[in-house]
């Protein structure tokens, strides 16, 4: 079987052009004027709602799919949200701007990412949800290519540009 009929599968490597909206349309990430994004297929690279839509589609197959929060980054959940004395992140970054990520010690000492979500006259406040949680995502995507997975790829378990003739280059998401 030629590439060329191999099906998204198990460890299928899989190279692909996407574009991502949220549900008001408004543009959140693409590939458009870039590479196309490669993965290894079910080895937890995408969102697994995302990958089960694309499980037997074949290179030339155009997808859309609409991906609501409980299927993608769940709902915000409040109790990530919280004040920090401004020093204490001052201390780490002279510039800080909302919107800023960086990671955090959490309770257990865990480091986690957070965004500056809004700045007071001695506070900031930090939010750990995940950028797009509670957010509607639209995607629409171009398969540009399927492949079987190379001996080293299988091994480190997800898929590299580098050693597979053929392949395009991805941005590892």
Same mark, same amino acid.
């Given at each position: 079987?030629s590439d060329n009929d191999l099906i998204i599968d198990?460890?299928?490597?899989?190279?692909?052009?996407?574009?991502?909206?949220n549900g008001f349309g408004e543009l959140i990430d693409?590939?458009?004027? @870039?590479?196309?994004?490669? &993965?290894?297929?079910?080895?937890?690279?995408?969102?697994?709602?995302?990958?089960?839509?694309?499980?037997?589609?074949? !290179?030339?197959?155009?997808?859309?799919?609409?991906? &609501?929060?409980?299927?993608? &980054?769940? &709902?915000? @959940?409040?109790?990530?949200?919280?004040?920090?004395?401004?020093?204490?992140?001052?201390?780490?970054?002279?510039?800080?701007?909302?919107?800023? =990520?960086?990671? !955090?010690?959490?309770?257990?000492?865990?480091?986690?990412?957070?965004?500056?979500?809004?700045?007071?006259?001695?506070?900031?406040?930090?939010?750990?949800?995940?950028?797009?949680?509670?957010?509607?995502?639209?995607?629409?995507?171009?398969?540009?290519?399927?492949?079987?997975?190379?001996?080293?790829?299988?091994?480190?378990?997800?898929?590299?540009?580098?050693?597979?003739?053929?392949?395009?280059?991805?941005?590892? =998401?």
């Open positions: 079987m198990d460890h299928r490597v899989v190279s692909m052009h996407y574009q991502l909206t693409s590939s458009q004027g @870039d590479l196309p994004l490669v &993965y290894m297929h079910n080895t937890n690279a995408l969102l697994p709602s995302l990958e089960r839509e694309l499980t037997g589609k074949r !290179a030339g197959d155009p997808v859309a799919v609409t991906i &609501y929060p409980e299927d993608g &980054y769940g &709902y915000a @959940d409040e109790t990530l949200i919280a004040e920090w004395p401004r020093e204490s992140i001052e201390q780490q970054s002279q510039d800080i701007v909302v919107g800023m =990520r960086f990671k !955090a010690l959490v309770e257990g000492g865990e480091p986690q990412m957070v965004t500056l979500t809004e700045i007071r006259d001695d506070t900031v406040v930090l939010d750990a949800n995940h950028a797009l949680a509670g957010q509607v995502l639209n995607f629409t995507l171009a398969v540009v290519s399927v492949r079987e997975p190379t001996e080293d790829e299988l091994k480190q378990g997800f898929a590299t540009t580098s050693n597979a003739p053929g392949s395009l280059p991805g941005n590892g =998401r």
